[in-house]
């Protein structure tokens, strides 16, 4: 499977096999159109927890990595899916306004929609393990 080297960031804390990483800088920064506005660009850290087997130590620096396949699945659900609830609000919506409302259900469903499904996909991230793996020690 393919990987995208995304991040190279320094281990400030090991427990074991769970390492926490403080990312400073994505690669492609450099590049990106929202470089003045993002937080990662503008040189403030964030950390990765991860789970890792190798033997890395406190003050190393790291090039993490995630597959292709989760950075494709987080895209779907970050702007594939919201838009599949709002359609989905306003289709229910419809019908009921054209059976039984009188025009304001439609629009109110598509965000009561929208609204649940970022409840539930906040309620999954936060449940969800980092999937960064690390490469190498650099």
């Known amino acids: 499977m393919s990987k995208i080297k995304k991040v190279c960031g320094k281990v400030i804390e090991v427990n074991g096999n769970k390492v926490v990483v403080s990312v400073v800088q ?10 003045d506005t993002c937080a990662v660009a503008s040189g403030k850290s964030f950390q990765v927890e991860l789970v890792t087997d190798k033997a890395v130590k406190v003050g190393d620096v790291v090039e993490l990595y ?7 699945k987080n895209g779907f659900l970050a702007y594939i899916l919201p838009v599949v609830a709002l359609m989905f609000g306003a289709i229910i919506g419809s019908y009921i306004d ?18 649940i499904y970022f409840v539930g996909l906040r309620y999954y991230i936060r449940n969800k393990e ?8 650099i």
């Open 130 to 137: 980092v999937n960064y793996k690390i490469n190498k020690i």
């Open 26 to 35: 994505f690669a492609g920064c450099s590049h990106c159109e929202s470089r």
């Open 66 to 72: 995630m597959m292709k396949r989760e950075i494709y």
């Open 98 to 115: 054209k059976n039984f409302g009188n025009g304001y259900i439609a629009p109110l469903l598509s965000l009561l929609f929208l609204a």
